[in-house]
């Protein structure tokens, strides 16, 4: 097998997920011991648990004003939402951008700008499905701000879904951070919100499949409205 092959099947894990990988495989073990056919499904489910946790390299972009995904996913909500109260970003509608994390998606979080994380708000909350607008609102959020070197800000909120119960942010206030520099995790099926700085039109549509760390999702400045709507 080749170098390259390699890389390719096995990737760095997130050190939250070692534990949960451990556990799986012990209980896969066990399985296998009882059925022959529980301990297949076991082990199905031990590499998806390894999968889930996978941490790999991103190729960030480097043009000066790109906004990057901090999501793997999917983009489901695009449109003027008010931030959450506990950010101080206003009271003022700004442009979202939500890319919604299934449980077959890369989990950890990138910063979309390079910025001094200037605050940290943790809220506690329900689990809907982060699939609906509502989620919003009514989720377990946390969310940082990013004040990049020109005073302008940007929110970035992590919100727990249907089946998870963790939000894990790694970064504290007065945390300095490159373009596509982790800063967090959320386990088993999620959402991140993006409130993009005031003028400043998302270049992406509803269904659009993002990267972390490398889809470009907006251009600071650039007030033109996405071209068309993904099918």
């Known amino acids: 097998m080749s170098v ?43 590499v998806w648990c390894y999968y889930f946790f996978r941490d ?10 790109q906004i ?18 506990e950010l101080d970003l206003g009271a003022e509608p700004l442009m979202r951008v939500s890319v919604f994390m299934s449980v077959f998606d890369c989990h950890v979080n990138r910063a ?14 329900k689990f809907l499905s982060a699939e609906l607008d509502k989620a919003s609102e009514e989720n377990e959020r946390n969310g940082i701000v ?44 999620s959402r991140l919100d993006i409130y993009l700085p005031e003028g400043t039109a998302p270049r992406v549509s509803v269904g659009q499949t993002m990267i972390s760390g490398e889809s470009v999702i907006a251009r600071l400045g650039d007030a033109r409205p996405a071209i068309a709507r993904a099918e």
Do not use: N
């Open 146 to 189: 990013l004040t990049m070197e020109d005073g302008t800000r940007l929110g970035v909120v992590q919100i727990a879904g249907l089946v998870a119960r963790r939000i894990l942010c790694e970064v504290d206030q007065g945390a300095m951070l490159e373009r596509g520099d982790r800063f967090g995790l959320i386990r088993f099926g």
């Open 56 to 65: 790999p390299a991103r190729m960030v972009p480097m043009e000066e004003g």
């Open 68 to 85: 990057v995904s901090p999501a793997d996913g999917v983009v489901s909500l695009i449109g003027p939402a008010v931030p959450p109260s």
């Open 4 to 46: 390259s092959l390699v890389g390719t099947i096995v990737k760095p894990i997130h050190p939250e997920g070692r534990k949960f990988i451990a556990i799986f495989a012990a209980v896969t073990l066990v399985l296998w011991f009882l059925w022959e056919p529980l301990g297949v499904i076991g082990t199905g489910l031990t």
């Open 112 to 125: 979309p700008v390079a910025g001094e994380v200037t605050a940290v708000a943790y809220r506690p909350g």
